[in-house]
């Protein structure tokens, strides 16, 4: 669990993995790879306006948010408006 605590209408996510190879086998380097739009909830901020709840999958927009790095894992702050979907 993370030791970070978003604030207002902020939410904390984790950044979920890419595939690091193709399904013919290729790896993919770290330059070549799409950045990821899917994460988990981890943290909601205190605003009612906040929509998503801990656990949820969404999808956020693609440049949105701070990373930031919390005992050797990576997560992402982003305004509640950046987040633009659940995954159900």
């Known amino acids: 669990m993370a030791s ?3 604030l207002g209408d902020r939410v904390l996510l984790k950044v979920l993995e890419t595939e690091e190879k193709t399904v013919s086998g290729i790896l ?3 330059t070549a790879k799409e ?3 899917r994460a988990e909830v981890i943290d909601i901020g205190d605003s009612d306006e906040i929509k998503v ?3 949820d999958m969404v ?6 948010g701070t990373p ?3 005992n050797g894992k990576d ?7 950046d987040v633009i979907a659940v995954i159900i």
Not at 59 to 64: F, G, S
Not at 75 to 81: A, D, G
């Open 4 to 6: 970070i605590k978003p």
């Open 28 to 30: 993919i380097p770290d």
């Open 35 to 37: 950045k990821t739009q």
């Open 53 to 55: 709840k801990k656990g």
């Open 59 to 64: 999808i956020h927009d693609k440049y949105a």
């Open 68 to 70: 930031i790095k919390d």
């Open 75 to 81: 997560y992402l702050i982003v305004e509640s408006k």
